[in-house]
Nanobody
Framework: QVQFVESGGGLVQPGGSLRLSCAAS????????MAWYRQAPGKQREWVAT???????QYADDVKGRSTISRDNTKNAVYLQMNSLKPEDTGVYYC???????WGQGTQVTVSS
């Protein structure tokens, strides 16, 4: 089972940017879709973005245009660049393989002035 470790979260002011990273313990080349999800306090986990092994990306409406997901299959890593952050982006961000329901422990993102 491939394990995932997220990093790059933190406290940022509204309008700021963060780049989240996800390191996999093994090869992600055979994982067709890698995804980022997030969970805000008191809310259910929600989908943020996905990237297929072929480079097709999709985004949730509320992050579209502000975020970019990318994956580097040679480094077994997935990234999420988030710009123009809003307080409602606050939450724990998880990276993983949605088809197998394998996820990391998450990284906290807090957007606050």
């Amino acid at each position: 089972q491939v394990q995932f470790v997220e990093s790059g979260g933190g406290l940022v002011q509204p309008g700021g940017s963060l780049r989240l990273s996800c390191a996999a313990s093994g090869s992600i080349s055979s994982i067709y879709t890698m995804a980022w999800y997030r969970q805000a306090p008191g809310k259910q986990r929600e989908w943020v973005a996905t990237a297929t092994v072929g480079g097709i990306t999709q985004y949730a409406d509320d992050v579209k245009g502000r975020s970019t997901i990318s994956r580097d299959n040679t480094k077994n890593a997935v990234y999420l660049q988030m710009n123009s952050l809003k307080p409602e982006d606050t939450g724990v961000y998880y990276c993983g393989d949605p088809s197998r329901n394998y996820w990391g422990q998450g990284t906290q993102v807090t957007v606050s002035s």
